[in-house]
């Protein structure tokens, strides 16, 4: 008979009445009152409370509740648990436990969820030896949950199998992301806010579980959301493989093997398909940086390779030609196109593999070691590093590239899952983005046309691959006319050439490649490209100081964009404008650009990496305006945007730092200023390498807010 589980199932301790020695543990007699609730019996116990069994009369249905330890009752905690609770209420998701109500009663907190029927995952993994696919699609499920809370500005913070409840119909729950609500500061400032100190008063702890921390919360560092995708990925590979990735056994043991890349290989783990192994192992990669872009594409990843490979299908035999057979009798077709079919199944690898090849003509061996040749030249100690990074980045970006091709074939060859209409859009959308890559790499390869200091931050500006997947968004665009097909996408081979020239600093020589492309652009007459020439062009002439002609590009770039119904393009349009209205000290102007893109941001559903530009560009005109909190606030809205969309180790991460430092600096605030510095730093090593210049100016930072005189002395 299945039981009763609720969103602290994952606690183990014992609800039999504390003693003495366990202080004012928060223990309510069966029948006492919360609020409106009637206790009926302890479910659970840990470290941050209690949870019971309530009835709740208004309702007439029962209740979890779990209620905060008295001990824990400090004003940080309390806020915390509340805000939590409220975050969670808002979220509503088939994959989340349901938040019904929270309060305080004679300073106790509480939060009432709903009752889940069933077992956590970890009880439900034991019952029986179950087969990948089937433990696979559970935890899938929970990822989903995860992502959800993840576009809520939520991280759990502590995932593992015993925080997911599996219902009597298969339906998975993620529950208890009672630990951490949303990005925040790392484990010495937490303790610091909620009044633990260093003489050992009160006892320091570790969010999240041995085993399934990530290595940041094991050096008690800031944490986003990277942190869930690595619990995740290692309770996947707990379930699948039945034991800990990393072992469990060490704090310090344990975040050397996982900094070491040391997995433990059980016999299962072996017999796990590669193509599933090799998903895992990204999302524990010991740099946040390395793993997937998010949550949300880390699980159709997963979910797509779970799914049965093409050979699987071509021996089903009879049973395949039924099934497929039967699905092309309900559209009406003939046998003979039955028999068709089932031969287009058999050769599907043909179909959608051809990803691969894709990708080898613009990133084989032979470019390789051009770029490596063209960046080392030099011969100095960071060229090196550069071309790992560099490396590093590119391998990431196709390997994700081609999963996405074939997400975007088998969706329609192989699933009928969406039209040949919308594959065609998104596999051009994709092919847009490689033409990217290849001119991204056609640059790197030219001896000193990119500058070492750009090299490894170019490919950090490589276009978002989620947009190809927005099936909304990919319709809504007027699709050029049939007759200009060919020249709309020659043409944009151009713009790619033209963007990568910003990217690289060579901000003459883009100008002189949009210019004559907007008078093409316009002659084809077909919007969403001259728009984005337009704003090529705008962003060109920003960046040469010729801001009123930016200004007039880029407001004739937003009206283009409009008319060609292209939001994604839209936002990034508006948020430029921003820019440039701020170096114009039009600061009221810029304000309604910032309004129109969050609207258009709106529009699209919300989108990370463009959100995290706006709020970035707000950031730097409330500075320029003279209000330095306004810009604090906006720098850190960026960081979070930032980190959802591509993780803690990102670039611009750093600059948004960078610019809090200066506004900390410039207000008196050395010591706070000098933690931000410290924190670009760590990031620009790990993304840009070793004796980056940025580096060094940030070097030079961090001692001028360590120096009494430099504490003196504001920068420019």
Same mark, same amino acid.
């Given at each position: 008979?299945?039981?009763?589980?609720?969103?602290?199932?994952?606690?183990? %301790?014992?609800?039999?009445?504390?003693?003495?020695?366990?202080?004012?543990?928060?223990?309510?007699?069966?029948?006492?009152?919360?609020?409106?609730?009637?206790?009926l019996?302890c479910?659970?116990?840990?470290?941050?409370?209690?949870?019971?069994?309530?009835?709740?009369?208004?309702?007439?249905?029962?209740?979890?509740?779990?209620?905060?330890?008295?001990?824990?009752?400090?004003?940080?905690?309390?806020?915390g648990?509340?805000?939590?609770?409220?975050?969670?209420?808002?979220?509503?998701?088939?994959?989340?436990?349901?938040?019904?109500?929270?309060?305080?009663?004679?300073?106790?907190?509480?939060?009432?969820?709903?009752?889940?029927?069933?077992?956590?995952?970890?009880?439900?993994?034991?019952?029986?030896?179950?087969?990948?696919?089937?433990?696979?699609?559970?935890?899938?499920?929970?990822?989903?949950?995860?992502?959800?809370?993840?576009?809520?500005?939520?991280?759990?913070?502590?995932?593992?199998?015993?925080?997911?409840?599996?219902?009597?119909?298969?339906?998975?729950?993620? #529950?208890?992301?009672?630990?951490?609500?949303?990005?925040?500061?790392?484990?010495?400032?937490?303790?610091?806010?909620?009044?633990?100190?260093?003489?050992?008063?009160?006892?320091?702890?570790?969010?999240?579980?041995?085993?399934?921390?990530?290595?940041?919360?094991?050096?008690?560092?800031?944490?986003?959301?990277?942190?869930?995708?690595?619990?995740?990925?290692?309770?996947?590979?707990?379930?699948?493989?039945?034991?800990?990735?990393?072992?469990?056994?060490?704090?310090?043991?344990?975040?050397?093997?996982?900094?070491?890349?040391?997995?433990?290989l059980?016999?299962?783990?072996?017999?796990?398909?590669?193509?599933?192994?090799?998903?895992?192992?990204?999302?524990?990669?010991?740099?946040?940086?390395?793993?997937?872009?998010?949550?949300?594409?880390?699980?159709?990843?997963?979910?797509?390779?779970?799914?049965?490979?093409w050979?699987?299908?071509?021996?089903?035999?009879? %049973?395949?030609?039924?099934?497929?057979? %039967?699905?092309?009798?309900?559209?009406?077709?003939?046998?003979?196109?039955?028999?068709?079919?089932?031969r287009?199944?058999?050769?599907?690898?043909?179909?959608?593999?051809?990803?691969g090849?894709?990708?080898?003509?613009?990133?084989?061996?032979s470019?390789?070691?051009q #770029?490596?040749?063209?960046?080392?030249?030099?011969?100095?100690?960071?060229?090196?590093?550069?071309?790992?990074?560099?490396?590093?980045?590119?391998?990431?970006?196709?390997?994700t590239?081609?999963?996405?091709?074939?997400?975007?074939?088998?969706?329609?060859?192989?699933?009928?899952?969406?039209s040949?209409?919308?594959?065609?859009?998104?596999?051009?959308?994709?092919?847009?983005?490689?033409?990217?890559?290849?001119?991204?790499?056609?640059?790197?390869?030219?001896?000193?046309?990119?500058?070492?200091?750009?090299?490894?931050?170019?490919?950090?500006?490589?276009?978002?691959?989620?947009?190809?997947?927005d099936?909304?968004?990919?319709?809504?665009?007027?699709?050029?006319?049939?007759q200009?097909?060919?020249?709309?996408?020659?043409?944009?081979?151009?713009?790619?050439?033209?963007r990568?020239?910003?990217?690289? %600093?060579?901000?003459?020589?883009?100008?002189?490649?949009?210019?004559?492309?907007?008078?093409?652009?316009?002659?084809?007459?077909?919007?969403?490209?001259?728009?984005?020439?337009?704003?090529?062009?705008?962003e060109?002439?920003?960046?040469?100081?010729?801001?009123d002609q930016?200004?007039?590009?880029?407001?004739?770039?937003?009206?283009?964009?409009?008319?060609?119904?292209?939001d994604?393009?839209?936002?990034?349009?508006?948020?430029?404008?921003?820019?440039?209205?701020?170096?114009?000290?039009?600061?009221?102007?810029?304000?309604?650009?910032?309004?129109?893109?969050?609207?258009?941001?709106?529009?699209?559903?919300?989108?990370?990496?463009?959100?995290?530009?706006?709020e970035?560009?707000t950031g730097?005109?409330?500075?320029?305006?003279?209000?330095?909190?306004?810009?604090?606030?906006?720098?850190?809205?960026?960081?979070?945007?930032?980190?959802?969309?591509?993780?803690?180790?990102?670039?611009?991460?750093?600059?948004?730092?960078?610019?809090?430092?200066?506004?900390?600096?410039?207000?008196?605030?050395?010591?706070?200023?000098?933690?931000?510095?410290?924190?670009?730093?760590?990031?620009?090593?790990?993304?840009?390498?070793?004796?980056?210049?940025?580096?060094?100016?940030?070097?030079?930072?961090?001692?001028?807010?360590?120096?009494?005189?430099?504490?003196?002395?504001?920068?420019?």
């Open positions: 008979m299945a039981q009763l589980a609720s969103a602290t199932q994952t606690w183990s %301790g014992r609800c039999a009445e504390p003693s003495a020695s366990d202080g004012d543990a928060p223990w309510i007699e069966r029948g006492a009152s919360l609020d409106r609730y009637t206790v019996r479910l659970g116990s840990g470290g941050f409370g209690v949870v019971y069994a309530a009835y709740d009369p208004a309702l007439d249905r029962q209740v979890a509740v779990k209620v905060l330890r008295p001990d824990r009752r400090g004003e940080a905690y309390r806020e648990l509340v805000s939590e609770a409220r975050a969670l209420a808002r979220l509503s998701h088939p994959n989340v436990v349901a938040i019904h109500d929270v309060g305080v009663v004679d300073g106790q907190v509480f939060m009432a969820m709903e009752m889940v029927e069933g077992v956590d995952l970890r009880e439900w993994l034991a019952q029986r030896k179950r087969r990948w696919p089937q433990v696979l699609s559970l935890f899938v499920q929970a990822g989903r949950g995860i992502a959800a809370a993840h576009r809520n500005g939520l991280i759990h913070g502590d995932f593992k199998p015993s925080n997911a409840i599996v219902g009597p119909q298969g339906r998975v729950r993620v #529950i208890d992301f009672g630990l951490v609500s949303k990005p925040g500061p790392s484990q010495a400032e937490a303790e610091r806010a909620c009044g633990v100190g260093d003489d050992g008063a009160s006892p320091r702890r570790l969010a999240g579980t041995l085993g399934f921390m990530a290595p940041e919360q094991l050096r008690g560092e800031a944490i986003g959301v990277a942190v869930d995708q690595f619990s995740f990925c290692a309770s996947v590979y707990r379930g699948l493989c039945g034991g800990m990735p990393f072992g469990a056994d060490d704090r310090g043991a344990v975040l050397a093997r996982i900094e070491a890349g040391q997995v433990t059980t016999a299962a783990a072996r017999r796990l398909p590669d193509r599933i192994r090799r998903v895992l192992l990204r999302g524990m990669s010991a740099d946040p940086a390395r793993r997937y872009p998010s949550m949300d594409a880390l699980v159709s990843v997963l979910e797509a390779r779970a799914r049965p490979r050979r699987r299908w071509g021996s089903a035999g009879v %049973g395949a030609a039924v099934v497929v057979g %039967g699905a092309w009798l309900a559209l009406g077709s003939t046998p003979s196109v039955v028999k068709v079919q089932v287009s199944i058999v050769a599907a690898p043909e179909i959608c593999s051809g990803g090849d894709k990708v080898a003509e613009v990133w084989d061996e470019r390789k070691e #770029i490596f040749a063209a960046l080392t030249v030099a011969g100095t100690p960071h060229a090196i590093a550069t071309w790992w990074q560099v490396k590093r980045r590119i391998d990431d970006y196709v390997a590239w081609r999963d996405a091709y074939q997400d975007a074939c088998a969706a329609t060859r192989v699933r009928s899952e969406q040949e209409a919308l594959m065609d859009l998104r596999l051009s959308c994709l092919d847009r983005r490689l033409q990217r890559v290849a001119a991204t790499t056609e640059l790197l390869a030219i001896p000193g046309k990119v500058g070492l200091e750009r090299a490894a931050m170019i490919t950090y500006f490589l276009p978002d691959l989620a947009e190809c997947a099936a909304a968004g990919l319709r809504a665009v007027v699709p050029p006319p049939p200009a097909r060919e020249s709309v996408e020659r043409e944009r081979i151009v713009l790619v050439q033209g990568n020239l910003l990217t690289a %600093g060579r901000f003459d020589e883009a100008v002189s490649v949009f210019e004559p492309a907007v008078a093409r652009a316009r002659a084809l007459a077909y919007a969403p490209l001259t728009a984005e020439a337009l704003l090529g062009l705008g060109g002439q920003r960046m040469l100081g010729r801001h930016a200004r007039t590009s880029l407001f004739e770039a937003a009206v283009v964009a409009q008319s060609g119904r292209d994604y393009l839209l936002a990034r349009v508006w948020s430029a404008l921003v820019e440039v209205e701020t170096v114009r000290r039009k600061y009221e102007r810029g304000l309604e650009w910032a309004a129109m893109a969050r609207a258009t941001l709106e529009r699209l559903g919300g989108v990370p990496a463009l959100a995290a530009t706006l970035h560009n730097i005109l409330f500075q320029h305006r003279g209000d330095p909190a306004s810009a604090v606030t906006h720098y850190r809205r960026a960081i979070d945007r930032y980190q959802q969309a591509y993780g803690e180790r990102y670039p611009l991460v750093a600059k948004a730092r960078y610019r809090i430092g200066q506004v900390l600096e410039q207000t008196g605030q050395p010591e706070q200023a000098r933690v931000e510095y410290e924190q670009a730093r760590v990031i620009v090593v790990t993304t840009l390498g070793q004796g980056h210049p940025i580096e060094g100016l940030l070097f030079e930072a961090i001692a001028r807010t360590s120096s009494p005189r430099g504490r003196s002395e504001a920068p420019p």
